[in-house]
């Protein structure tokens, strides 16, 4: 099996693998089995090529999250077929640093000073039954990663938004 070792690692089948796990696996986990090294790699870069790895972000929490200790998430729950009400409204003397839309979710990072003027304007948007919900929380990783593999909003899904927030609802009466 070819081999090529730099800095504790080895490349086995196109696989970075820490030296030490290399051993560990080849000379305890694998002794007494019928399974070779060989074939235990192999099977092993197989599944990771089919399962298809893919590294969205690396670093330290704090980078991953891109945002500075003073930002907070304000998370909207959409109604279902519900209309994204920051395209149209964003809040007055709010400044929205990322806007990250996921089914009926809305994340909308903004400056921690910012937080009242958010929160008004959520809860207006709530007590006009134009969301399900809100919640104002620091920004997680959960947010980062919905950041980072969500695609950006098509003319489409913002024409779908405008014309489902203008469209009139029917009230049976």
Known sequence: MPMDTTAGRTVING?????????FVDD????????????FWSGLAEVVEQL????????????LRGTTDR??????????????PSLDAAPDG??????VRNGRRVLLTIPADDATGAVAWA????????IDGYALSPVTLE?????????P??????????TASTTPKLIDG
Do not use: F, K, M, N
Request: charged fraction near 25%; charge should be negative.
């Open 52 to 63: 298809g790895r893919r590294v969205v972000a690396a670093g330290i929490p704090a980078q």
């Open 71 to 84: 930002e907070l998430g304000l998370e909207l729950w959409l109604h279902p077929g519900g209309t994204d």
């Open 153 to 162: 909003p098509t003319t489409h899904d913002l024409a779908a938004d405008l």
């Open 123 to 130: 809860d207006a948007l709530h007590r006009a039954d134009r």
């Open 15 to 23: 696989l970075h693998v820490a030296t030490v796990l290399e051993r």
């Open 143 to 151: 947010d980062s990663y919905l950041a980072a593999t969500s695609p």
């Open 94 to 99: 709010v400044a929205v640093a990322r806007r």
């Open 28 to 39: 305890e986990v694998l002794a007494g089995t019928s399974v070779t090294p060989d074939r």
